[in-house]
């Protein structure tokens, strides 16, 4: 069975930091590449960040640069996104994404930037 599993998520203050985790089963996780996307609440949700098979390509969206990095150990099956300088705007659901099955996603994990 196809499966992405988030987690990581949680409260943090404005300026903080969080790493989610994206673990992959049931396929060949090396072999697609993966992204993450939020969704805040009213919004749709949005592409994040990206990275290719090997980890050679990523790309972000323009509000997270600077501040965010994707990886992947393909080794662990499991996907990174590190999240630096966190502002209330970054509170979002935050789902993983791979393209395996024309697109799988996983359930999710809550991030919440407050004071």
């Known amino acids: 069975q196809v499966q992405l599993v988030e987690s990581g998520g949680g409260l943090v203050q404005p300026g903080g930091s969080l790493r989610l985790s994206c673990v992959a089963s049931?396929?060949?996780?090396?072999?697609?590449?993966v992204s993450w996307y939020r969704q805040a609440p009213g919004k749709e949700r949005e592409l994040v960040a990206a990275?290719?098979?090997?980890?050679?390509?990523?790309r972000y969206a323009a509000s997270v640069k600077g501040r965010f990095t994707i990886s992947r150990d393909n080794a662990k099956n499991t996907g990174y996104l590190q999240m630096n300088s966190l502002t209330p705007e970054d509170t979002a659901v935050y789902y993983c994404?791979?393209?395996?099955?024309?697109?799988?996603w996983g359930q999710g994990t809550q991030v919440t930037v407050s004071s």
């Open positions: 049931g396929f060949t996780f090396s072999t697609y590449a």
């Open positions: 994404r791979s393209t395996v099955g024309g697109g799988t």
């Open positions: 990275i290719t098979l090997a980890g050679g390509t990523t």
